[in-house]
């Protein structure tokens, strides 16, 4: 799968963009002229999809949107599309483009973390049939025989390479050790995946594309590059497909046995050894023990001398019969046993985590794994699994951290996420500011209490400072140096005028003019760090007196008697709005932003002052310094019309926002997409 990036990782992406393209028209030129390849091609090429979508991950308490691409295959007249659950498993949105450059939304249907595979279902305006990929014999893939890569690499549509399958029986390599694991919400692939390693050239974005065979079937998914290029083989890919289109998941067996292949000074002639089993697990239930060696399960001989066999094993003992007895000979110390256990179903390891704005976390159940990590007698409690700085959680006292787990707040438990949910609504319905909430929670074997100030005031009004005494003028300090060259005697100091605001050219002032004196009293100003010096002297004096300026201009020095008005508001007193949802901070424009913005003074708008990286307003490019016009045609004269329009549309949940957005000279609409959950 390929990301969004920042300039750098666009230049980069330009150049991998023209070598994926050189290696692509390369295949494709070897296409054109040996008829077996355009053969196989033309049986897979109309099923090949370019995926784009809004991933979400969970970084510091708070849920981060990224746009990516990858690449997906039909396998069904219906529209299923094949798929990496690491494309597509975590999305907000999905948009597929087909091979006639037709775009088609999708929805997930369901996915599968271990086995990183998923299936999105195309929605298309009206119903039809679609044309489909078919599958291949993965068992007859012989190392040597050529197979092509089709995809979407580096979001370029309808590309192929092609290569030789270069191990068939591919996993992480000891060496790499301890980083020699793929793991996705804390499944770890290669336990139950042995790629099919080839040198087609796969680059980010191939993800989720076929490896198809010369035949034009589907022998594998394309998933990972390490040198070779890795795909999860066809048969256990169609396998996962089948039950999530059945079931929306996948059901495994579990007997919580730790397993390793046998060492290398064992005499045992074939088995598996042993390392242990998980407390209360099945495999405990059963009488399993450290340093046994399993030789037959469920009728069936085991042998794992090597870490190639091992994904074999998992896979073996995943389809295992749900809740009946199964037998299991161990030899333990020399003598043959038989045990007997009762397979469960398979739990993910970890739960699906879930933002709470209002508490400034993430947060997710507690599942059988997470709660013996965490030493928990049970599930019941929500896990933290993120807390955003600043956020309300981490203003507290005692701050509330990852891995502590929330038992109650304001004296009713909290079970669950869901639970947490409905209390956090609770709290905050009304839009009635902050409250303070008593959060009990439980910390490496402690019973904790902090009060969190749930929920932050969406409206914020900084209040007004004093109002001062100004001219409405923009100066710069008179230097020895450009003294000398404006003609001006070197010895002279003060301030050169450079602007003179709309509202002050009644003071008669002029660009150029040089001011030396106020009511006689020499405007000392001779370096540029005495640029506020001019602006300190007037705010002395009282709104609406007097004061006589002693100038030059030109040759001329002359006196010129000028009526002090209050100072405008500051960008720093001008009310502000957050919205959550898209992750945008704006405020009321004042009176510098229009100056600085040579906005016209009857244009109104409010000011964008800071878009948070990962939210929807950050994916669809709006940014800092823009000026926001409108909103789905309505316009907007302050932060209290946004925050009204931004109401509306949390409650209507529309597909999309349009806003109408100045940015320097440049007016231009921006479509903020939503991904409602």
Not at 19 to 33: E, P
Not at 130 to 136: E, K, N, Y
Request: aromatic share 4%.
């Amino acid at each position: 799968m390929i990301r969004s990036f920042g300039w750098l990782g666009r230049a980069v992406l330009a150049v991998l963009a023209w070598l994926a393209l050189c290696v692509s028209t390369s295949a494709g030129q070897r296409a054109s002229s040996d008829p077996s390849i355009t053969a196989a091609l033309s049986k897979v090429s109309p099923s090949l999809v370019r995926i784009h979508v809004v991933t979400y991950e969970y970084e510091e308490g708070r849920e981060i949107k990224r746009e990516a691409s990858g690449s997906g295959t039909i396998i069904s007249p219906e529209g299923h599309v094949l798929t990496n659950h690491h494309v597509a498993g975590r999305t907000r949105t999905l948009m597929c483009t087909l091979a006639d450059r037709e775009e088609v939304p999708a929805d997930l249907v369901g996915t599968d973390p271990l086995s990183d595979i998923a299936i999105i279902k195309l929605r298309p305006g009206k119903p039809r049939a679609f044309p489909v990929a078919r599958f291949g014999d993965v068992s007859k893939l012989r190392v040597g025989d050529p197979v092509m890569a089709l995809g979407s690499p580096l979001a370029l549509s309808q590309s192929v390479t092609m290569g030789i399958v270069s191990n068939t029986e591919m996993i992480m390599p000891g060496l790499f050790w301890p980083f020699n694991r793929m793991t996705l919400e804390g499944e770890d692939v290669g336990s139950i995946v042995r790629w099919i390693g080839h040198d087609a050239a796969i680059y980010g974005g191939n993800s989720g594309g076929p490896l198809v065979n010369m035949s034009g079937e589907i022998v594998g998914v394309n998933e990972i590059s390490m040198g070779l290029a890795g795909a999860i083989p066809g048969d256990l890919a169609q396998e996962v497909a089948t039950a999530l289109i059945h079931d929306g998941r996948v059901r495994r067996s579990w007997i919580g046995l730790d397993v390793q292949p046998l060492l290398k000074s064992s005499t045992a002639d074939h088995g598996v050894l042993v390392g242990g089993t998980v407390e209360g697990s099945p495999a405990a239930a059963a009488g399993f023990a450290a340093g046994d060696v399993l030789v037959k399960l469920d009728g069936r001989d085991v042998n794992v001398r090597f870490a190639e066999e091992l994904p074999l094993f998992n896979q073996a003992v995943m389809h295992l019969p749900l809740a009946k007895p199964v037998p299991a000979v161990v030899i333990r110390g020399g003598v043959e046993r038989t045990l007997s256990v009762v397979p469960v179903e398979r739990e993910s390891v970890e739960g699906r985590a879930q933002e709470f704005p209002a508490l400034g976390v993430t947060a997710s159940n507690l599942t059988t794994w997470s709660s013996k990590e965490l030493r928990r007698p049970d599930r019941s409690g929500v896990r933290v699994t993120g807390v955003r700085p600043g956020g309300p959680a981490d203003d507290a006292k005692p701050s509330l951290m990852e891995d502590d787990v929330i038992v109650s707040v304001e004296g009713a438990a909290v079970k669950d996420v869901s639970g947490l949910t409905a209390t956090m609504e609770r709290l905050t319905a009304g839009g009635k500011g902050p409250v303070k909430a008593l959060v009990t929670f439980d910390r490496k074997g402690e019973r904790l209490l902090t009060v969190v100030e749930v929920g932050r005031a969406l409206l914020e009004d900084p209040g007004l400072e004093a109002r001062k005494a100004w001219i409405p003028i923009s100066v710069q300090v008179l230097t020895s140096d450009l003294a000398e060259k404006v003609g001006v005697p070197s010895e002279t100091t003060g301030v050169r005028v450079t602007r003179v605001l709309p509202e002050g050219t009644a003071s008669g002032l002029k660009v150029g003019d040089i001011i030396t004196a106020i009511d006689d009293s020499a405007v000392q100003a001779t370096q540029p760090s005495d640029a506020d010096l001019f602006a300190t002297m007037i705010r002395q004096y009282k709104i609406g007196s007097t004061v006589e300026l002693s100038i030059r201009r030109g040759a001329q020095e002359q006196k010129l008697a000028v009526k002090l008005v209050a100072s405008p508001r500051l960008a720093r007193e001008m009310l502000k709005y957050e919205d959550r949802d898209f992750e945008f901070r704006v405020r009321d424009l004042a009176a510098a932003d229009r100056v600085s913005t040579e906005l016209p003074e009857r244009q109104q708008g409010v000011l964008v002052e800071a878009v948070r990286e990962g939210g929807w307003a950050a994916l669809s490019h709006l940014a800092d310094g823009d000026i926001i016009l409108s909103i789905d045609g309505d316009a907007v004269a302050d932060v209290a019309s946004v925050q009204r329009k931004m109401e509306r549309v949390a409650r209507d949940k529309p597909s999309a926002v349009v806003m109408k957005v100045r940015r320097g000279i440049r007016t231009f609409f921006v479509e903020l997409q939503t991904g409602w959950k």
